[in-house]
């Protein structure tokens, strides 16, 4: 209960607080801004409804990008961090520059991307794919090493052959961390398809959102927020859920 | 006890063609170091098929490292050391089944999987391998618990699990890391019991490593007194009832007792 409450009524308190602020134009003035440049939580409410289809059909877009990143991210990571794990020299080669693209700005490789692979779904996948891959590989790595040295040792004497120790004591040991990377990207993709949207897109949240920067349509821009947050929230809480059907043993 | 009764240390008379009978260790002038760090000396070590043999000595004396050489788990800097015929780390590691110093049951493992590992790594399907560990289970009074998860059972419990995971591999030598150490005196007393009974139902080549004197005493044939670092052998010891069926009349016992006192000075020996 406390779990749920606490949360629900900090929230309910801000909503609350923005709403009169908002509603009595506080902010609006306090900025020297139109009052309709600064929208109510209701407004905002009474947009996402009005919105819905419109809203719902950019939702998927964004949704599908989203998860072919995470997934793309999912399995090149996954595989990485097995082969570095495997290889030592291959960890110490490619470690560096998994650090290194971490650090490129996605605002600076999202117009190269669209110059090369146009305008479609592909950029916007690369682009997810490459945040979420750091927090998936990483965390995959942390988990194979976490394993007890003396249980490799044990599974040795137990006539176990390297594949047979990877995926009955390495993989199923490295799962909990995997998770933890997973739900790490799972946050950090809607930024990316944002961005990558921003950047040359005919759809999607993060398209709406940009194009209704144009016609200060401020309370719709919210919106989309929502919808967005709302999408990671959701992800997230599938992912955990996952996790405790996967991970039985914690 | 019958005069030839696995407990019997005497040296074997070699098998004919001079050959060793195919379970039994020999350890020849052994020496062991971790880079500088010189961990093991001049070890000569003999145990005869179904002989148990117990090595104590203070800790970091390198009585584990040592049992992991036997295993296969690590090459000798020197000296020779053979299980059966076998003397390369690769067949060595064939022929022994190691039994850690914490249980190391895999928590994503039913008891029943931990117990079957080693059936399993060798290529047999899932159903056969738990029918061949459920007998087992019987046997050894964890009947009911095949399901369990390894958290659900008692540390004494988790113990013969990974006992009967040791035993289930079918080698012809245990290597037992101190399999004892983490429970409680009067768990590891009952331990110590039922692994006695265990041996004398299905006598097997045993090296157990412990630093409890009177444990190594009562579950061994010989016993091994280890030096301080670089370990070495002060001296070797017989143990005058080993896996008595009763074992608080065997371990209060004034032959014990002498043994005990004998092991104990010996350490201490070795510990200066």
Known sequence: MRRWLLPLGLIALLLGAWQV????????????????????????????????????????????????????ALVVGAGMAVLMHRWQVLRDATYPLIVASQTIPIVVISPILLVWFGYGIGPKIIVIALVCFFPITVNAIDGLRSVDPAAIKLMRTLDASRWQRFWRVEAPAALPSLFT???????????????????GSSSGLGHLIQSDTAYYQVDRQFAAVVVLSAMALVLIGLTALAERRVVTWR | MKPESPGSHAVEAPPPKGQAPADAVVLRAVDHSYGELETLTAID????????LGLVGPSGCGKSTLLELICG?????????????????????????????????????????????????QGMGRREARAAATGL????????????????????????????????????????????????????AEMQEWLAAALRTDPRTVVLVTHDVEEALYLCDRVAVLSARPGRIVTELTAPHPRAPDRDAAVTDAEFVAAR???????????R
């Not at chain 1, 409804?49 to 419109?54: A, D, F, P, V």
């Not at chain 1, 877009?61 to 995470?70: A, C, K, N, Q």
């Not at chain 2, 000798?76 to 039994?99: D, K």
């Open chain 1, 21 to 72: 602020a908002a509603s009595t134009g506080a902010i609006a003035d306090a900025l020297s801004l139109e009052d309709f440049l600064v929208p109510s939580p209701a407004e905002i409410a009474s947009s996402l409804w009005e919105n819905r289809s419109l809203l719902a059909e950019n939702a998927w877009v964004t949704l599908r990008e989203i998860l072919l990143g995470i997934l793309c």
């Open chain 1, 181 to 199: 990377g997973i739900k790490i990207a799972v946050v950090v993709a809607p930024i990316g398809a944002v961005f990558a949207e921003w950047v």
């Open chain 2, 45 to 52: 070590l003999q145990v005869p098929a179904h002989g148990v």
């Open chain 2, 73 to 121: 788990l690590q090459e000798p800097g020197a000296g020779t050391i053979s299980v059966g015929n076998a003397s390369s780390a690769e067949e060595r590691l064939a022929r022994c089944a190691f039994m850690p110093q914490r249980d190391l049951l895999l928590p994503w493992y039913s008891a029943i999987d931990n117990a079957a590992l080693a059936l399993r790594n």
């Open chain 2, 137 to 188: 289970f019987e046997r050894f009074g964890l009947a009911g618990f095949e399901a369990a998860r390894p958290d659900e059972l008692s540390g004494g419990m988790r113990q013969r699990v990974a006992f009967l995971r040791t035993l289930i591999a079918g080698k012809p030598l245990l290597a037992l890391d101190e399999p004892f150490a983490a429970l409680d005196a009067i768990t590891r």
């Open chain 2, 261 to 271: 006192e004998e092991a104990m000075r010996a350490l201490r020996e070795g510990s």
